[in-house]
Nanobody, 116 residues
């Protein structure tokens, strides 16, 4: 599975961005998809994930109510709509997919910078 991320950039606090993650290759084996982020000097953390065709989603407490994860199965693309962005959301955001029977694939990362 190959993943291509897009949509990162610089935005002011309170603004919005939408990240995209387009999957190709053995997409039929994808069981779950998610977004992680890593800020400078911090560990990588799970932001949101979507399981199966999209009926189950989970969010980190820090982004609940502000971020929305979604998946377009026809396009094999996952999205992360980020609203009310805060400076603490600044990080490199990574797309990840979990495949059956096991294993994961990671995107190259996209930088999100939120200025105060």
């Amino acid at each position: 599975v190959q993943l291509v991320e897009s949509g990162g950039g610089l935005v002011q606090a309170g603004g919005s961005l939408t990240l995209s993650c387009a999957a190709s290759g053995s997409t039929f084996s994808i069981n779950a998809m998610g977004w992680y982020r890593q800020a400078p000097g911090k560990q990588r953390e799970l932001v949101a994930r979507i399981i199966g065709a999209g009926s189950v989603t989970n969010y980190a407490d820090s982004v609940k109510g502000r971020f929305t994860i979604s998946r377009d199965n026809a396009k094999n693309t996952m999205y992360l709509q980020m609203n009310s962005l805060k400076p603490e959301d600044t990080a490199v955001y990574y797309c990840v997919v979990i495949v059956i029977p096991g294993g994961s694939y990671w995107g190259q990362g996209t930088q999100v910078t939120v200025s105060s």
